[in-house]
C-alpha cells in the first residue's frame, strides 16, 4: 500500500506533459485503484463516527488510515501549479473565444483546444485531491472530538472511592494474585528445558552484562570525577560548564549499568510475559529516578556557584530527599498502570491502588513547598534577594505553591472518587515542576558557557543570550507539557500539519517553514553584510585615498544596500508573493506621505548626505548654534560630539535645509583673528611690526598665504588692531590664538606698549549741597554710593537737571 500510495503521488505529481491525444480530463488506472481504496477507508471512517462504538484505539488506527491519505492528497492539490499558471497565461495570450457564429482562424483554434485539453487534464486530480483532502479533514477532527469528549467524560466521571473498606479486601487479592501469577511464572520458566538452554547458550554474554552493568553502577560516579578532571585541562575552572558535564555522565554511566543489567536478565529467558512487561520498563523508571537526582544536585550546585546561603546543608539535603521521593512516587504511579494493563483489574481496585500514591504524592509537595529559604541568612541583604540570586524568582515560588494546592486538590478528589481526575493533575503537575527546574538548569549551563567562551565569566549568566536561549528552552518544551497534560500525540501532529499549511494575511500565505527560510537567509545576508562593511572598514578601505567621510560612506552604502538586498532574497527564498499587498501598499502611502513625513524627510535627507556628502564623519561643523565634531551619519540623524563632550543629535533635515558652517570641508585650513588693543598715543607702526612678527614666528601659520595685520580703528578706549592669519589647521584655532595672546603680552611689555582697559569718569552734581547738609559719615556714606542712587536730604528739583545749565 505503501509503494502503491508513492507510485500515485509520484505519477499525480508529474500528470505526464499531457499530450493533446492524451488529454481526455480522467484519471489513470493506478490513480483510480487508490482513490476507490480511498473511498472505501472514508466510508468506513463515516460509519465508525455516526456510530460511535469503535475503541479509542481503533479510532486512533483509523486517523492513522486517513492521515497518511490526507498526506498525499495535499501534494498533490498543490501540484503543477507553475504548469497551470504557464497554460492559463497562454490562454489569455490568445485573447477570449469568439462567440457562436464568429469565425477563428483554424490554427488558433487548434491550439486553443490543445491548450484548454492540457489544462483540463491537469485541474481534475487537483479538484479530485482538494475535494478528498477536505473530506480527510473533516473526518479526523470528527474522531478527534470523540476522543477528546471520551477523555472528558472520563475526567469528571465518579469512581468508587477509594475510602469505602468494602473495596479493599477485593483490591488486596488482586494485587496478591498478580504477584503470585509473576512469582509463578519465573519458577516455572526456572524448570523448563527451553530456558536453561538459553542460559547456557548466553551464559558467557549474560555475565559480561551483568559485570559490567554492576561496575558502571558502583564507579559509574568516580569515573565521572576522573572524566572532570581531565576535561578541566582545557580550561575554564570556575564557569561550571565541566560541572555540569561530569553531572550528565553522574547519571548516564549508573543508568547504563541499569540497562545492562536489565537486559542481561531479559536474556536468560526467566523473566515470562509479565516479568518481561516489567523489565521493558525498569530503564524508564531508572532514567525518571537519576533525572530527579540529578535535579537535586544541581540546585545545590547551584548554590554553591552563588556562594550565598539559600538553604542551609541540612535543608538543602531535605530538598534532594523529597525530589527524590517526587521521581518514587512517579514510578509508582507507572507501576499501577502497568499492574491495571496486564491484569486488567476493575476500576475498584485501581482506586484503592493509586490512592496510597496519590496522598503520598501530595504529602510529598507539601513538604516541597516548606522546604524554602531561610527566614535569616546572616548576610546583609534579605532572604528574598538571595533566593533571586540562587536562581528561584518569584514566578517560580508562585508555580511551586500553585503545585502544592493542586497536589492537595488531587488527594481530595481522588477520596470523593475523582481517581482519574487525581491522577490527571497531580502527576502532570510533578513532571511540569521537573521540567520548569531542568529548563533553569540547562540556561543556566548555557549562561556558563557563553561567558566561559566569551571570556565574560559569570556575567555570561545575565547577558543578553542567556535570556534568548531560556525563551528558546521555554518554546521547544510547550509539547512537552502538552503531553504531560493530556494531549495526545497526534494532536500535536495535527497541529503542526495545520501549521505548515500557514495562514493567510492580506493574501500572503505564511507558514512555519516560509517563516523559517525567510528568517534563516535574512540572518545569513545580514551577517555577510556585517562582516564586509567590517573588512571595508578596518581592512581595505584604509588603504586607500578616501578621506573619512568618504570611507564611512561607502561603508554605510554598503550596509544599507547589502540588508535592503538580504530582505529582497529572503523574500524570494521563502516564496512569498507581495503582489498581493500593492493595493495596500498604496493606500498606505498616502499615509505615510502625511503620518511620516518628517521621518521621510530625514530619511530622505541622510540619502543626501551620504551621497553628496556636504558634511563628512569627522568634520567641525556649526548648525542651530551647536558646533562640534560630525561622529556618526545614520539614515535618521546624525550625531555631533561638542567641545563638552556631549552628544547632539541632530535631524537630517536640518543639515539639509537649514545653514550649517563646515569648518574642515574639503580641507583643515581655516582663519584665525586676534584681536588686540594698545593705548592711544602708542606708535602705530611698531605695533604693526611686532604683531607681524608674532604672526610669522608660530609653526602653525602658513607662509603663503602671509598673515596680515589691520588697523581696525579708533576705538573708545584704544587703538584696535587684528592679527589675520590662516592656519594649517582650523582645528588647533583655539591653541594658536591664545599661543599669539601670551607672546602679545610679553612682546608689549618689553617694549612698554600700555594695553588699555575701560576707564570712565564720575560726576556728582551740586557737590557744596552735599557737603553742606550731610555729616561726615553719611558725606562719606553718600560719596560712595552709586550715581544712580537719590542721596538724602536732595529735592526732586535737585536730580531734574543743572539749573545752570553747566552739565
Not at 478527534?144 to 469512581?159: V, W
Not at 541632530?650 to 588693543?677: E, F, M
Amino acid at each position: 500500500m505503501k509503494a502503491l500510495q508513492w507510485l500515485l503521488a509520484a505519477g499525480l505529481m508529474a500528470l505526464l506533459l499531457v499530450a493533446a491525444n492524451a488529454a481526455s480530463a480522467q484519471l489513470s488506472i493506478e490513480q483510480k485503484q487508490y482513490y476507490q481504496d480511498w473511498l472505501k477507508t472514508a466510508d468506513r471512517a463515516e460509519d465508525a463516527v455516526n456510530a460511535g462504538r469503535a475503541s479509542d484505539a481503533a479510532l486512533e488506527n483509523l486517523r492513522t488510515e486517513l492521515d497518511s491519505y490526507r498526506s498525499i492528497f495535499n501534494e498533490v492539490r498543490g501540484g503543477n501549479s507553475d504548469r497551470i499558471k504557464t497554460l492559463e497565461s497562454q490562454l489569455e495570450a490568445l485573447g477570449a473565444k469568439p462567440e457562436e457564429g464568429a469565425d477563428e482562424p483554424q490554427d488558433i483554434a487548434t491550439l486553443r483546444e490543445h491548450l484548454q485539453d492540457q489544462l483540463d487534464a491537469l485541474r481534475v486530480p487537483r479538484i479530485i485531491s482538494e475535494e478528498a483532502y477536505n473530506r480527510a479533514n473533516g473526518l479526523i477532527s470528527e474522531i478527534d472530538r470523540i476522543i477528546r469528549q471520551r477523555q472528558t467524560k472520563e475526567f469528571t466521571t465518579r469512581g468508587p472511592s477509594p475510602l469505602n473498606p468494602e473495596l479493599w479486601p477485593a483490591a488486596g487479592a488482586d494485587v496478591a494474585q498478580a504477584l503470585q501469577s509473576l512469582w509463578n511464572e519465573i519458577i516455572a520458566n526456572l524448570n523448563t528445558d527451553v530456558v536453561k538452554t538459553e542460559i547456557r547458550q548466553h551464559l558467557p554474554s549474560i555475565v559480561l552484562l551483568t559485570g559490567f552493568g554492576l561496575i558502571l553502577i558502583a564507579r559509574g560516579r568516580r569515573w565521572s570525577e576522573r572524566l572532570g578532571d581531565y576535561l578541566r585541562t582545557f580550561g575554564g575552572n570556575g564557569s561550571g560548564v565541566w560541572t555540569f558535564m561530569v553531572s550528565l555522565s553522574r547519571i548516564f554511566l549508573p543508568w547504563l549499568g541499569v540497562v545492562l543489567l536489565a537486559t542481561a536478565i531479559s536474556t536468560t529467558g526467566i523473566a515470562g510475559v509479565r516479568g518481561q512487561l516489567l523489565l521493558d520498563q525498569v530503564p524508564n523508571w531508572a532514567a525518571i529516578f537519576f533525572c530527579f537526582d540529578w535535579i537535586g544536585r544541581q540546585l545545590f550546585v547551584i548554590r554553591e556557584e552563588d556562594r550565598k546561603p539559600m538553604l542551609s546543608r541540612v535543608r538543602m539535603a531535605e530538598l534532594r530527599i523529597v525530589i527524590d521521593l517526587l521521581a518514587v512516587m512517579l514510578i509508582l504511579f507507572d507501576l499501577v498502570l502497568l499492574f491495571q494493563r496486564i491484569e486488567n483489574v476493575p476500576d475498584a481496585t485501581r482506586s484503592v491502588v493509586t490512592f496510597p500514591v496519590i496522598v503520598m504524592s501530595a504529602l510529598v509537595l507539601l513538604r516541597l513547598h516548606r522546604t524554602g529559604p531561610l527566614r535569616s541568612t546572616g548576610t546583609d541583604s534579605d532572604p528574598e534577594d538571595n533566593t533571586r540570586r540562587a536562581g528561584f524568582s518569584k514566578f517560580a515560588r508562585q508555580v511551586r505553591r500553585l503545585l502544592m494546592i493542586l497536589g492537595v486538590l488531587s488527594a481530595v478528589a481522588a477520596a470523593l472518587g475523582y481517581v482519574t481526575a487525581a491522577e490527571s493533575i497531580i502527576f502532570p503537575a510533578i513532571k511540569t515542576l521537573a521540567l520548569m527546574s531542568i529548563i533553569v538548569i540547562v540556561q543556566r549551563f548555557l549562561g556558563n558557557l557563553y561567558g566561559w567562551v566569551t571570556g565574560k565569566g559569570a556575567a555570561g549568566r545575565d547577558s543578553l543570550f542567556s535570556v534568548i536561549a531560556g525563551f528558546v528552552l521555554v518554546i521547544f518544551s510547550l509539547p512537552i507539557l502538552a503531553l504531560f497534560w493530556g494531549a495526545r500525540e497526534t494532536d500535536l501532529q495535527e497541529f503542526w500539519s495545520r501549521a505548515k499549511q500557514g495562514v493567510s494575511l492580506g493574501g500572503i500565505e505564511i507558514s512555519p517553514g516560509a517563516f523559517i527560510t525567510f528568517a534563516a537567509v535574512f540572518a545569513a545576508g545580514y551577517t555577510i553584510t556585517r562582516l564586509l562593511q567590517g573588512g571595508l572598514r578596518n581592512s581595505l578601505l584604509p588603504k586607500t585615498k578616501f578621506d573619512a567621510g568618504a570611507q564611512n560612506a561607502i561603508v554605510s552604502g554598503t550596509g544599507y544596500i547589502g540588508i535592503a538586498l538580504a530582505a529582497v532574497i529572503a523574500v524570494t527564498s521563502a516564496g512569498i508573493n507581495l503582489s498581493s499587498l500593492a493595493i495596500v501598499a498604496g493606500a498606505l502611502s498616502v499615509g505615510i506621505g502625511f503620518g511620516l513625513q518628517t521621518i521621510v524627510s530625514n530619511f530622505v535627507s541622510g540619502i543626501i548626505l551620504l551621497i553628496e556628502r556636504p558634511i563628512s564623519k569627522g568634520d567641525w561643523i556649526d548648525v542651530n548654534g551647536q558646533m562640534g565634531y560630525v561622529r556618526d551619519i545614520s539614515v535618521r540623524s546624525t550625531r555631533i560630539e561638542t567641545f563638552d563632550r556631549t552628544d547632539v543629535i541632530v535631524p537630517n533635515s536640518d543639515l539639509i535645509s537649514q545653514s550649517v558652517t563646515n569648518y574642515t570641508r574639503g580641507n583643515t585650513v581655516g582663519r584665525v583673528i586676534v584681536p588686540v588693543g594698545v593705548a592711544y598715543g602708542t606708535d602705530t607702526r611698531k605695533v604693526e611690526t611686532i604683531l607681524g612678527e608674532i604672526a610669522n614666528a608660530h609653526p602653525m601659520v602658513l607662509a603663503n598665504p602671509a598673515p596680515s595685520i589691520v588697523f581696525q580703528g579708533f576705538g573708545a578706549d584704544s587703538l584696535d588692531f587684528e592679527i589675520r592669519a590662516i592656519l594649517r589647521d582650523v582645528n588647533w584655532v583655539l591653541s594658536v590664538k591664545s599661543d599669539m595672546n601670551h607672546e602679545i603680552n610679553r612682546r608689549f611689555t618689553e617694549e612698554e606698549i600700555e594695553i588699555p582697559f575701560a576707564q570712565r569718569d564720575v560726576w556728582l552734581r551740586n557737590p557744596e549741597t552735599l557737603q553742606g547738609q550731610a555729616s561726615p559719615p553719611q558725606a562719606a556714606a553718600t560719596s560712595a554710593a552709586p550715581a544712580s542712587t537719590k542721596p538724602a536730604g536732595l529735592t526732586d528739583s535737585d536730580m531734574d537737571g543743572d539749573p545752570d545749565g553747566d552739565y
